[in-house]
Structures are given as C-alpha cells and as structure tokens.
C-alpha cells in the first residue's frame, strides 16, 4: 500500500496525489491528515489532483469527508487542480462535492485560504 | 464466353475503336460536357479495350475525377450518369450504320459495361457528397464553440444555434479546458443565440456549471431572454445557485465585481460633452 506524503509549508498542508489511489490509500491518507493536522497545528489543507486521472465515487466522498473532517479541526480544505475530464465525470457520476473548496491550481488554492483566514480572523 | 458472343464482342470493340471522331463528335452533342474531357475519357476506353487484359481502372480514376469535379460544381447525380450512359446512344449509331447482326449483339454486352460505369459515377458523386457534408459539419461544430477572453480572469462563451448533447459536450469540455490554460476564475455562458431551451439544455448547462465549480471557477448564464425565462419557469427547471444575468454586460460587471475589478466613470469624453451641449 502506498501512503501518501502529507507536507507542510507555514500553516498549511499540502498533500499531492500522484498515484492512483487504492481504497486502503484512501483511508490511510484520512487517517493521517487527521493527525498531522492536530499535531502541526494547521489551518489549511491542500490537496492538489494536478496529475490525477481517474476519480471515482470512492475518491470523489472522500474529498467530501477530509473536507469535513479538517473543517471540524477549524482547518479549511481547498481541492486544487482538478482536470476537465475528471471534473465532467465527476458530474455524470451526479457528485458535486458539497462543502469542498475547488481553486483551479496550487497558487489559487494557497491564495484563497489566505483570503478566508483574512475574512475570519 | 461461347464462340459468337466472342465474334459480337470483337466486332463492337472494332467498331469502337474504328470510330473516334465521330462517337466523340455524338457523344459531346448528347451529353453537353467538354469535348476535352470525353476525349480523356474515351482514350481512357480506348486503352482499356484494346488491350489484352480489359483494365478499367485507368477509366474509373478518370470517371471519379470527372464526378467529383461535377459534385462541385453543383451538377446533379443523373447529369452525371447521363454523360456516361450517352456513350451508349452515340454508339448506337454507329451499329445501326453497320447494320451486321454480330454488331447488335456486342452492344448488349457493350450497354452493360457503359452502365457499370455509370452506376459507378453514381456511387463516387454520393461519397463525395457525403465527404462535404461530414466535413462541413465538423466545421460548423468547431466553428459553433469559441471561446473567447473578456478580461484578465474571465472568459465567454456566446453560444450560437441550438444545442444538442453533442455540441453540449464540446463546449462543455473547450470551456473548462480554457479555464485550465488561462487560469480564468470566472466564466460566462451566454445563451442569447440559443433559440430555445428545453429540460434538456438546461441540464447540460447545469453540468457545464457544476463542472466548472469543481475545477474552482465561478460560472454566470447569461442572454436569458424574456421569452426563455418564461419557458424555464413554466417547465419548473430550477437553476438553484447558479448565477443569471439577462445580458452580457450584466455578466461581465458581475464577473468583474467577483474578480475584485471595480469600475468607475472618468472624466466626460469630448464626445459626451459635445452631446450635452447640443
């Protein structure tokens, strides 16, 4: 099984998927974003699908469920990156990742988390 | 072969090959075309029939040409067969003239050779009818999507026609590809030249925003006339969050608002000043 790295840059999580995740990966990744976040200390979580081409049901509720989990440990998610393809089988699936922030890249990404810290703190 | 439909086949190939000028002379008279291309085409038989071997290929690549040229120039398929099935009457003639029974008989076997190359003409102008409609329709598909930049950040789609699945798909995905390669944040459908909206393109439009928004872009339907506004609503299609401005401009100040661009009046133009005056 191969486990995901999870870095930190300041505040913020980043977590690249370049692989093409397994269900075990999935729930592995789950498990230590939920901890690296309590332990860091962090207050945003990016996870960059740039090199993903496949996303299915699995994948798609699992973005739902970091999102929700991290949001709960006041840390924000932003899924970057997503590729048109994925995004139009996403939708034909009929998966609109409720609750997800979606940035169109990393740098997007970084700067949105920015601007909601700014607008809540 | 028996013996004497052999005897009748080499006559009416003698007589054939006997009378150039005047079939040639015939067949221009009864079919209209150039003199230049029958010329083409008989040498064309003339080789083909004279030879041990009867090869036509030289002949089918001249008659495919030949038909493919008349496609373009917007000849009807029957001008097209008439030229050739002509050759028929113009060497009838020249057997009545003969008069010989052995003549009668060949052309039989002549008149059928006339009309598989003429079938033959038929089959190239449909499949080069059918090449100019396929191509003109990946044309007027490509041609029907573009993608245009309205600002640093935002791009416009003014969707032209009416949209089906197909189409829907195209501009579903050129759209979302632009918001990649540009980076643009903000998107505009503009459905102004959309004649009319049905359950089903409201579904694909909804696709392409919810598509959007996954990738991180923000989307406005815009050009919603008063008329379509009215059919959404009576079809009960709900629209839910999504974004729609009755024009373009609406569009653009709101996807320029949602950029953080603001916009001001500047100093009156000397046009406008010129204007109050008068």
Redo the contacts between chains.
Sequence with gaps: MERVPILKLGDILIVSIQVDLDDQSVLALQEDLADTVVSSGARGVIIDITAVEIVDSFIGRMFSTIAAMTRMLDAET???G???A???T???LGL??GGV?????LE??VAMLQHVRGTAG | MTVPAEAARRRIVDLFLSSEERLLQRWTQLSGASSDELRDLYQALHAALSGEEADFADARGLLAELSRGRVRQGHTPSDTARLVFSLKEALYEVVEADGGPDALRGFVWFSRLVDDLGLYTFETYTSARERIIFDQTEQLLELSTPVVKLWEGIVAVPLVGTLDSARAQVVMEKLLQTLVDTGSEQAVIDITGVPAVDTQVAQHLLKTVVAARLMGAECVISGIRPQIAHTIVTLGIEFGDIVTKASLADALAYALGRSGVEITRGAPTRVAVRAERA
């Design positions: 932003v899924v970057v997503m590729r048109p994925v995004a139009i996403l939708v034909e609109s990742l922030r979606t940035a169109l890249n997007k990404g």
